[in-house]
């Protein structure tokens, strides 16, 4: 549980009065008001349940709405205020807290009154005061506040939107932005502030709060010298994100509609998460880079800081700043000096940021065109945020703000499902005495390395050619075909002894591409579930020809499956997923039908990989046996990897000797089906038996090993939405096996 007085937070979600409702029945009927009540509250503490991970059963936050939100009035100055309010000792100082900022709101109003920007105009000034008070509504009841606002100034109102046990500042944000979606708003500026230190005393606060209240306030950020001016505050930064630290500000309502809905929960809190998901998988694959801050939630956004980065999030933002230049934030932090000297930003660049990598990255272009701090990482998250609507306009300030010149397109491929048919000849194979062999072969011929692949290819078809069973061979090839391709091709299917029957699948330029091949193989599976299928690839770099010949042997000799065993491979490994080597196969239709389809397999993985990331980050997973790489998350081509084993339901065999077939100097190889996995936990070189033993002396690491069961389950929920059954392999292979199972019954998919 977070307790924190820049949101409002407290210890605990208390159970007790759930409070009134005072409506206006003919604005909103009961029913409706109670819903949207209803539904406000599930948002805001779900959003909670998830941060916190908790396996409680979800029950609503202590919620009241005291008055129908606020709409647009004639008054001079529309100020949201989010008060927190603590139990306790903390009160006292909470509430002085309170008289000061309103005093401050009031001296606002009058030196606006004094010295109108519009010198001609004979306007009478007002100000409205929108507040939530969360927390103790005890020490100073609305009813005082709203009291002490007339007393403090006659044109200053202050008015109760609701009252939260809990809450953070989603709540008053949330009520600002449905504030301005009025077309009577369009024209408005709102100003945002929060009893900031209301919890904590501290010095620091005292002066920071003080600070930037007054500039919010201040008749410069009320009404810009300069309207293009779309947000204004003390001090606007650049980086580590588009924000004014402290988070008060004063915005037109029109830059405000253009924002996501800050509430918990909700589309900005969804896409905010999303875009760091994304750039932590651009960064496991060497893509993109974050030199100039540690891996911390405030610099990324994430959780409660989300909302300090909210207002600045939209890379149409014009902003602007009171303080000058020369008024640092360690300055404005301790009282020091502060100058007030409007003007148009961005006219600083980091915050806490280390400036001797900030130095090294100035002289270094690549760096800086990867840095996640600078340019790359606002177009991440404005294009995950606002799609379209992110790109910044061609004389947009962005472009200049940030090192290095970057231009970026995403483009978007169609992933249509192959069909498949079988032709007649191919069903009376199917329909003899003696089952036929049935081969997916995906050839893949990359470019400068066509030889090894040929070479490659010339074993396997030896082996399928010498093989004495009636095969069906199905082939894709990737990469640039030649005349010797298709040669050995045909050699193979029409050759002596004649008993191999080959289809062409498809032909694609990329020699990566390998997951058609698997969708293809799985249609079959569909159409043919009592039947077995194998799986081959041609290209496994720096492997030898005899270690093929065996690997390809084993594949095809489907010697396992006539047992209980649903998928079988030369070598079997548990670590750093469930995976075979050369990720070649053979499995029963029955089990293959039951995965994903290959392409919505590497769209889950990709997306799981990055909740990996996050969760990483957060502290929940551990990755102490292995570093989170593409080949490790399954990311983008290497979910082909991670496909034929990724089911709870896998029960795997392997065939290949004891000594594995990389480590045997022998051409003839002994082979001998057992159940897997039989071996040590990860291919020779990948795990010294070392680091698994320091790591299973930890049991708190253990339990949260990403690549132990904590990792497997939270694939399998994700992909499957069950675990394994109680009979599996899996419970007596992992660490607190028995453990985990006997968690599933209870937790199902929370177990977590």
């Given at each position: 549980p977070i307790n924190n007085e820049e949101n409002g937070t407290s210890a605990k979600p208390t159970a007790g009065d759930n409070g009134t409702h005072r409506t206006c029945s003919k604005m909103y009927p009961p029913l409706v008001l109670f819903s949207l009540t209803m539904l406000s509250a599930v948002a805001v503490y779900s959003s909670y349940m998830t941060v916190l991970g908790t396996n409680n059963k979800l029950t609503l936050l202590e919620f009241r709405r005291k008055d129908i939100p606020p709409t647009p009035t004639s008054a001079s100055m529309n100020i949201f205020y989010n008060l927190f309010i603590p139990d306790g000792a903390g009160a006292g100082h909470a509430t002085r807290v309170l008289r000061e900022q309103l005093g401050q709101v009031a001296k606002s109003l009058r030196v606006l009154q004094?010295?109108?920007?519009?010198?001609?105009?004979?306007?009478?000034?007002?100000?409205?005061?929108?507040?939530?008070?969360?927390?103790?509504?005890?020490?100073?009841?609305?009813?005082?506040?709203?009291?002490?606002?007339?007393?403090?100034?006659?044109?200053?109102?202050?008015?109760?939107?609701?009252?939260?046990?809990?809450?953070?500042?989603?709540?008053?944000?949330?009520?600002?932005?449905?504030?301005?979606?009025?077309?009577?708003?369009?024209?408005?500026?709102?100003?945002?502030?929060?009893?900031?230190?209301?919890?904590?005393?501290?010095?620091?606060?005292?002066?920071w709060r003080r600070s930037l209240t007054e500039a919010t306030l201040h008749q410069d950020c009320l009404v810009p010298p300069d309207d293009r001016c779309d947000v204004c505050g003390a001090q606007f930064y650049t980086r580590f994100a588009t924000m004014y630290p402290g988070n008060m500000w004063t915005a037109r309502c029109s830059y405000v509609k253009k924002l996501l809905p800050p509430m918990e929960g909700g589309e900005d809190d969804v896409k905010k998460e999303e875009s760091v998901k994304t750039f932590l998988k651009y960064r496991v694959w060497g893509q993109l880079s974050a030199n100039l801050h540690p891996d911390n939630a405030d610099f990324f956004g994430l959780g409660r800081y989300r909302l300090e980065h909210w207002i600045g999030s939209h890379p149409d933002i014009q902003p602007c700043e009171l303080h000058s230049q020369s008024t640092t934030f360690k300055r404005m932090t301790q009282n020091i000096r502060i100058y007030h000297r409007w003007g148009m930003g961005p006219r600083r660049e980091g915050l806490f940021e280390d400036r001797k990598v900030h130095n090294i990255l100035w002289n270094n272009p690549d760096a800086q065109f990867r840095e996640y701090f600078y340019l790359p990482g606002n177009l991440l998250k404005w294009f995950t945020l606002y799609g379209s609507k992110g790109v910044p306009a061609p004389d947009s300030w962005v472009w200049n703000a940030f090192p290095a010149e970057y231009h970026s397109a995403f483009v978007s491929t169609n992933d249509e499902s192959n069909t498949f048919q079988i032709d007649d000849e191919f069903e009376q194979?199917?329909?003899?005495?003696?089952?036929?062999?049935?081969?997916?072969?995906?050839?893949?011929?990359?470019?400068?390395?066509?030889?090894?692949?040929?070479?490659?290819?010339?074993?396997?078809?030896?082996?399928?050619?010498?093989?004495?069973?009636?095969t069906i061979l199905y082939y894709s090839v990737a990469g640039e075909a030649s005349l010797e391709t298709d040669l050995l091709i045909s050699n193979a299917c029409h050759g002596q002894p004649n008993h191999i029957m080959c289809q062409k699948l498809n032909e694609v330029a990329s020699p990566e591409a390998g997951g058609e091949t698997l969708q293809y193989l799985q249609n079959f599976c569909l159409a043919k579930p009592s039947l077995s299928v194998t799986y081959m690839s041609n290209w496994l770099p720096g492997m030898k020809a005899d270690d093929f010949r065996a690997l390809t042997t084993v594949v095809t000799s489907n010697v396992c499956l006539k047992s209980h065993e649903n998928a079988m491979f030369a070598e079997f490994y548990p670590l750093p997923f469930n995976h075979f080597v050369g990720n070649m196969f053979s499995a029963t239709c029955d089990y293959v039908k039951e995965l994903l389809p290959p392409r919505r397999f590497e769209t889950a993985m990709n997306q799981i990989a990055g909740d990996t990331l996050i969760s990483h980050l957060r502290g929940i997973f551990t990755a102490e046996l292995f570093s989170f790489t593409p080949q490790n998350l399954g990311l983008e081509q290497y979910s082909v990897e991670h496909w034929i084993g990724s089911h709870p339901d896998l029960k795997p065999c392997d065939a290949a000797p004891m000594n594995s077939i990389s480590?045997?100097?022998?051409?003839?190889?002994?082979?001998?089906?057992?159940?897997?996995?039989?071996?040590?936990?990860a291919p020779l070189g990948l795990l010294s038996q070392e680091r698994e033993t320091k790591v299973l002396e930890k049991p708190d690491i253990v339990l949260r090993e990403y690549y132990y069961l904590a990792g497997n389950y939270f694939r399998w929920y994700k992909l499957y939405n069950k675990s394994p059954p109680s009979s599996s392999w899996i419970w007596q292979r992992f660490p607190n096996g028995e453990m985990w199972m006997d968690g599933v019954p209870d937790f199902m998919d929370q177990v977590l």
């Open positions: 004094i010295n109108p920007r519009n010198k001609t105009s004979a306007q009478i000034h007002s100000a409205v005061v929108y507040f939530n008070l969360i927390g103790n509504d005890e020490a100073f009841p609305a009813k005082n506040i709203q009291e002490l606002c007339s007393q403090l100034h006659s044109r200053l109102s202050c008015k109760q939107i609701g009252y939260y046990k809990t809450a953070s500042e989603s709540v008053t944000l949330q009520d600002m932005y449905d504030f301005c979606q009025h077309e009577d708003a369009a024209n408005l500026r709102v100003s945002y502030i929060h009893s900031k230190g209301s919890y904590h005393q501290t010095n620091l606060n005292e002066n194979a199917f329909s003899g005495s003696i089952s036929p062999l049935v081969v997916f072969y995906h050839i893949s011929l990359p470019e400068g390395r066509t030889a090894e692949a040929l070479d490659s290819l010339k074993t396997q078809l030896g082996v399928l050619t010498h093989s004495q069973q009636p480590e045997s100097s022998n051409e003839v190889f002994d082979f001998l089906w057992a159940q897997a996995p039989r071996r040590s936990s």
